[in-house]
């Protein structure tokens, strides 16, 4: 590891300086903190409830985080193609790719809405048949309501991953404010001034991405961007274009696809140990989010800097953002998890927990903590490759990694050893030193720079 992320010399004509980096950067970390912040703001409200609300949306919640990796992917293709184009300078280029990408994700987030709209209940039987019938009843809600906000979510998530790639991520952290607190002020006002429930965290959500998906199209319009959007109503697919934007977002669509069902057959594990066990899983998702706050954002910034550079055939200026990015993210992530580490009693006690929950969650929280190491290589590093065009690697390391050694060993762990919560979490930690073996391999091999997307 060393000799991968120690300080290196760096390359004449940097395309990024130091302030250009804090620029770029400051704001993804802040839009992160205020994601994870809201989603703990939420689950926090919706406890007065009873854990049965908690566990409900938890369960829904796994569901639409697959959703939101799909279109996730899907939009990383478009900004890695974006950049690249920058990089070489050509914005008409950039532009054009920006509008394929809206209409690529409009297209894929409704063909996902209507079917869950129509059957969410089966949906939910199917994957989560042995949860209780409160909680049951609680996610039939949660997930329907979700549904109808999919599009938004999609369309926003490209237009945030387009602002990012023009190094612009202050206009992502202004939009993600403004769904944020229509979010978080609409769940108050439903839930403890209406006493909506589930209904009205929902409702709330719905609201938020629909104003932060029509928030972002409108700044996208502007001119004075170097990536903007021209005659959109006027639909002309380009198939070139689509391509290229597919080759990086299909690997990691499936990817993140593949990844999401693994976590989904996990957590319908959990849902067998009981509703403790269900409910101590939201917590410790919840707090333990905030240790990967600092690997995400450079994961994030990897796709603009990492593309740039690539798509100007500077390799020497790739890999040395590459080893400064990722030594950031190192000290970040310990730092993060250092303060959960000490910090975790009093923020389980939050969630108001039944003391079999307290002592489940608070075990499983600190196991995290100590293992926070290994995730920095096994997520934050592959955005790099996935930069530089080299998605399918990433695909195929990371759906066999996901059910041979999290999915697999979940059960081996969980249920035949009978270590329940707690052997899922030790899963997921061989997991990720899996992945940051395979993908530090792949870093320093060089193969990654034979990549091409554009």
């Given at each position: ?72 992917a899907l939009a990383t293709g478009g900004a890695v ?365 060089g193969k990654w720079q034979n990549a091409r997307v554009?």
């Amino acid at each position: 590891m060393k000799a991968l992320f120690s300080p290196a010399a760096a390359p004449d004509g940097l395309r990024f300086s130091n302030h250009d980096l804090v620029v770029l950067i400051g704001p993804l970390v802040l839009e992160q903190l205020l994601v994870v912040t809201v989603g703990m703001a939420d689950t926090m409200m919706v406890s007065v409830n009873g854990e049965w609300a908690v566990s409900g949306i938890s369960l829904v919640d796994q569901i639409n985080t697959l959703i939101i990796q799909v279109f996730a992917a899907l939009a990383t293709g478009g900004a890695v193609v974006a950049s690249q184009y920058l990089g070489r300078r050509d914005a008409d280029s950039a532009s054009a790719s920006a509008r394929q990408l809206i209409y690529a994700m409009t297209a894929l987030s409704v063909c996902i809405a209507v079917p869950i709209l129509i059957w969410n209940g089966h949906i939910l039987t199917f994957v989560f048949g042995k949860a209780e019938p409160a909680v049951m009843q609680a996610a039939e809600t949660y997930l329907w309501l979700s549904a109808l906000s999919y599009p938004f979510i999609g369309v926003y998530n490209a237009g945030a991953a387009l602002f990012r790639s023009m190094g612009n991520s202050r206009v992502s952290l202004f939009a993600s404010l403004i769904m944020n607190v229509i979010n978080i002020g609409g769940t108050a006002i439903l839930i403890l001034g209406f006493h909506m429930g589930v209904a009205g965290a929902a409702i709330a959500s719905l609201a938020s991405r629909a104003a932060a998906a029509a928030l972002i199209v409108w700044l996208l319009v502007s001119q004075h961007n170097p990536i903007h959007l021209r005659g959109i109503l006027r639909v002309r697919l380009d198939g070139g274009l689509l391509r290229s934007i597919l080759t990086v977002g299909i690997p990691s669509g499936i990817e993140n696809g593949m990844f999401q069902v693994g976590k989904l057959l996990v957590a319908s594990l959990i849902t067998s140990f009981g509703t403790a066990a269900i409910t101590a899983n939201a917590i410790c998702n919840n707090i333990a989010a905030f240790s990967n706050i600092p690997g995400s954002a450079m994961g994030l910034a990897m796709i603009t800097v990492i593309g740039q550079c690539v798509g100007a055939k500077d390799f020497d200026q790739a890999r040395y953002y590459v080893r400064k990015l990722m030594l950031v993210s190192f000290l970040g992530v310990v730092t993060m998890s250092a303060v959960i580490f000490f910090a975790s009693p009093p923020l389980i006690e939050v969630y108001q927990p039944s003391e079999t929950t307290y002592e489940l969650a608070l075990t499983v929280l600190r196991f995290y903590c100590v293992c926070c190491l290994w995730w920095v290589p096994s997520f934050t590093m592959p955005n790099a490759l996935r930069a530089a065009g080299d998605a399918k690697f990433t695909m195929g390391v990371s759906m066999v990694s996901m059910w041979l050694f999290r999915v697999a060993f979940s059960y081996v762990l969980g249920s035949w050893f009978d270590m329940g919560l707690f052997g899922v979490w030790a899963a997921m930690v061989i997991d990720w030193a899996v992945r940051a073996v395979c993908f530090t391999i792949r870093y320093r091999s060089g193969k990654w720079q034979n990549a091409r997307v554009i």
